[in-house]
């Protein structure tokens, strides 16, 4: 099941295998979710079409707010191997993963197999 979510809804193995970050089938609509569950809490959700979403549930999320309330940052934290993960918003309503945060992309940790070039929207529930 993560495997489908990391690779980003490629059908194939064998150029999941191949790619550090993979890329998305053009045929197929993705949209990628950071989708706020509490204070501290969230799910990463990528929904690929119509099929069902995946989801990561990480230890703890938490945003940083500018003076206005906007949030600019969202911090996923996951427990070891894994790390934390800054998801900045940089480009007007979408969160970018932090390039430098990846850096050696561990396959223990599924956020690691993610192309930083796409952007994840923020949802409150």
């Known amino acids: 099941m ?11 193995p064998e150029a999941q295998a191949s ?3 993979p890329t998305d089938d053009p045929n197929i609509e993705v949209k990628r979710t950071i989708v706020m569950t509490g204070a501290s809490q969230c799910q990463l959700k990528i929904q690929c ?3 069902e979403p995946e ?9 940083a707010k500018a003076a206005d309330g906007h949030i600019t940052e969202v911090s996923i934290v996951f427990d070891a191997p894994c790390k934390t993960y800054p998801f900045k918003n940089i480009q007007g309503e979408l969160y ?3 390039e430098k ?3 050696g992309r561990n396959s223990a940790c599924p956020v690691e197999s993610f192309n930083t070039s796409y952007g994840w929207a ?4």
Do not use: V, Y
């Open 2 to 12: 993560l495997a489908a979510f990391a690779a980003g809804c490629s059908s194939t």
């Open 19 to 21: 790619r550090p970050a």
């Open 49 to 51: 079409g119509r099929d």
């Open 55 to 63: 989801l990561l549930t990480p230890k703890a999320c938490n945003p």
């Open 96 to 98: 970018f993963l932090d």
């Open 101 to 103: 945060s990846i850096a």
């Open 122 to 125: 923020l949802e409150k529930s």
